[in-house]
């Protein structure tokens, strides 16, 4: 008996051991090159390019980049491989040294910073406990997309392609940067036409063995009277990116417009509207809870003309109800709808119809038309290869004239393609943010936002309406229930109440500082005392569009605000910005910085917050004695403390 429960001893002993060094060789990559050498696909290139597997892996913050992702696991199974495309946030970095090729497609947000679904990955991969060998000989490539408008454009891109190269990876193919100021589907474009033929030749292949391939369906849809659909809000709240996730955003809730007014308005001879309104949202009901400046993100939908116009095209019954389902029971590709809805609720809240095709999308609908010239101009519109003349029309058409997926039905109209395929090859459509423009102090159950509404004419006549915009611009007010949520923003005030603000924030980048002015009334008026406050406001004409207008300057009378400057573009000969009046401020301005730690905000479009860059980069070099390098070096220290603060966009 005892020799038995020794031996049973001597095995439970043995196998603790083995779990030990099981856990130290996983952390320590003992088993790299071991169990996992047919998986180094670096060490053993063979020309049987079918049998490899490559992970796509995304961090968007626009919808972009999933975009681009999808689009290269399709593109995939052309070159011989199997794709797998997935969200940064549901990828487990321990994986990477298993992979036999990743690819990374990651967006800088802001003033270089993750996207809140990146987070945590990123943090993961520059942590100091990571070592050099971490994916040693693992294949990778990285696109970065970003803004150059930015100082540190594609920061997060840059830093990724960096790292993984630190940490052992093998680059195929130099780094992509896209810049969505310029054109990033040419840059996107260019970049993949660099990275098929070097992937190819990595893996031994030949660019003679690419065949090209129709696109295949993952998915089907079953119709049935019986599947009962849940509340539009609970369907958004499911199946919203930010919902029940790790990112900075709250749950999405279904909440009534109370305030819907307009700023401004002019309407332009050939048609062009321009228009600002201020919208309240009551959010005391949803117990959602703000703070001052976040962002509101709207779920705003397709414009209901269209998307009965898109049915009416295709013969979609609007008011079925479906499901759908993988055609492949294992497969893991999750549908771009997964719960029961209406084909009207689809059309209207999932997918985009209303943002022009891609170029690549329009090669796949070559496949679904019935009239030969309508496939064949498809195709070569499809293609960035293609003549200058053709390019021409394709721009011509969906960048100037449309704008608008729905209309490709009417342009082309041999096109019938199943419901289950156009949700799958659609993008998602995405919310769109405004930077609220009420204090949480004084409003807890109220959001306001700033919205400039966009209606213009195009060469050919037709009507192009923004789709949040007017959304928005169309709620009643006391009537209308509008999907929303709320993300974190970067503008936060200094706690230290005696610090000196300086905002910047023309047009209706003076959002988040009508917020700030709200907060600090509130506490003035509870006795706290705050050191000087400025505000920098612009447009064009005084009388027209001098938005907040008696805000602002009750403000300045009551001395929440210590100097209000004031730029009106076009009420003189010479054109005058908030940065020319900014220079004009270097005497006063400068000590504030220097020897005060203002805080400065920036909210407005990327190319004033470059030249909002500029103006203080040259003070800092005539008032400070510094180079241009060290005054750079400064601004970026501000930056990252964060003392200068931006919010731009377009």
Same mark, same amino acid.
């Not at 998986?39 to 975009?67: C, E, I, M, P, Y």
């Given at each position: ?56 892996v ?9 975009n ?13 491989f ?61 696109f ?77 849809? +079953?119709?049935? @009277? ?7 809000a =609970?369907?958004?709240? %499911?199946?919203?990116a #930010?919902?029940? &996730? ?16 307009e ?43 269209r ?8 013969g ?18 999750k ?6 809805m209406? +084909?009207?609720? @689809? ?6 119809i209303? =943002?022009?095709?891609? %170029?690549?999308?329009? #090669?796949?609908? &070559? ?20 003549s ?58 109220s959001?306001?936002i ?26 009643v ?41 709200q ?7 509870k ?11 612009g ?5 027209v ?77 005539e ?28």
């Amino acid at each position: 008996m005892a020799d038995a429960v020794g031996a049973v001893g001597l095995l439970l002993l043995a196998a603790a051991v083995a779990l030990i060094l099981y856990r130290k060789a996983i952390n320590e990559k003992w088993f790299v090159g071991v169990f996992t050498r047919k998986r180094r696909v670096s060490d053993a290139k063979t020309s049987d390019v079918a049998a490899k597997h490559l992970t796509v892996v995304f961090g968007t913050q626009s919808g972009t980049a999933q975009n681009f992702s999808e689009e290269l696991g399709r593109e995939a199974k052309s070159y011989g491989f199997a794709a797998k495309v997935v969200d940064i946030e549901n990828y487990d970095p321990d994986q990477m040294m298993f992979e036999e090729f990743v690819v990374f497609l990651v967006a800088t947000y802001g003033e270089g910073d993750p996207t809140d679904a990146a987070l945590s990955f990123m943090e993961w991969i520059t942590s100091k406990d990571r070592s050099s060998s971490e994916i040693e000989g693992i294949p990778f490539a990285v696109f970065g997309l970003g803004n150059k408008q930015y100082e540190n454009f594609n920061a997060q891109g840059k830093l990724l392609d960096k790292r993984l190269e630190e940490l052992g990876g093998l680059r195929i193919v130099d780094r992509g940067d896209g810049d969505d100021d310029g054109s990033m589907e040419k840059d996107w474009s260019h970049w993949k036409a660099k990275f098929w033929p070097a992937v190819v030749t990595h893996f031994g292949g030949s660019l003679d063995d690419v065949v090209e391939m129709a696109f295949e369906p993952s998915f089907r849809i +079953v119709y049935s @009277a019986d599947e009962k659909t849940e509340p539009l809000a =609970s369907l958004l709240k %499911r199946g919203h990116a #930010g919902a029940g &996730s790790q990112t900075k955003e709250s749950e999405v809730v279904s909440a009534l417009v109370t305030v819907n007014r307009e700023l401004r308005k002019i309407d332009h001879a050939s048609g062009f509207i321009e228009s600002t309104r201020h919208i309240e949202i009551d959010v005391g009901p949803s117990r959602i809870s703000y703070q001052t400046a976040d962002n509101l993100g709207v779920l705003a939908c397709n414009n209901p003309q269209r998307v009965a116009l898109l049915a009416k095209k295709q013969g979609y019954d609007l008011n079925k109800v479906f499901v759908m389902k993988a055609l492949d029971p294992k497969s893991m590709k999750k549908p771009p709808i997964t719960e029961a809805m209406t +084909v009207r609720d @689809a059309l209207m809240w999932k997918v985009d119809i209303s =943002s022009p095709p891609r %170029r690549q999308l329009l #090669g796949l609908l &070559s496949g679904f038309a019935q009239d030969e010239n309508e496939k064949s101009t498809l195709r070569d519109w499809s293609k960035e290869s293609s003549s200058e003349a053709i390019t021409d029309d394709y721009i011509q058409l969906f960048k100037i004239e449309c704008h608008d997926f729905a209309y490709l039905f009417e342009r082309f109209p041999s096109i019938q393609i199943p419901l289950e395929n156009l949700l799958e090859l659609l993008p998602k459509l995405q919310p769109r943010f405004y930077t609220i423009a009420s204090s949480s102090l004084v409003h807890p159950q109220s959001v306001h936002i700033t919205v400039s509404v966009i209606q213009s004419r195009t060469p050919g006549g037709r009507t192009f309406s923004g789709l949040c915009s007017n959304f928005l611009a169309t709620t009643v007010a006391g009537k209308s229930m509008i999907p929303v949520f709320i993300r974190e923003s970067t503008f936060r005030l200094p706690k230290c109440l005696a610090t000196p603000v300086v905002m910047i924030g023309p047009g209706t980048g003076i959002a988040p500082m009508r917020a700030f002015l709200q907060e600090s009334a509130f506490l003035r008026s509870k006795g706290e005392s705050l050191s000087a406050w400025w505000l920098y406001f612009g447009c064009r004409y005084k009388d027209v569009d001098y938005i907040y207008k008696e805000e602002m300057e009750t403000a300045l009378e009551n001395r929440i605000l210590s100097k209000l400057r004031l730029a009106f573009s076009r009420e003189q000969k010479e054109k005058v910005y908030v940065q020319h009046k900014l220079t004009e401020d270097f005497e006063e301005l400068y000590p504030l910085v220097n020897e005060h730690d203002a805080h400065i905000y920036v909210c407005g479009a990327t190319s004033m917050g470059k030249d909002i860059r500029e103006a203080f980069i040259a003070m800092l070099q005539e008032k400070g004695g510094m180079s241009k390098d060290e005054a750079s070096s400064k601004l970026h220290e501000m930056q990252s403390s964060g003392k200068f603060v931006s919010e731009l966009w377009g």
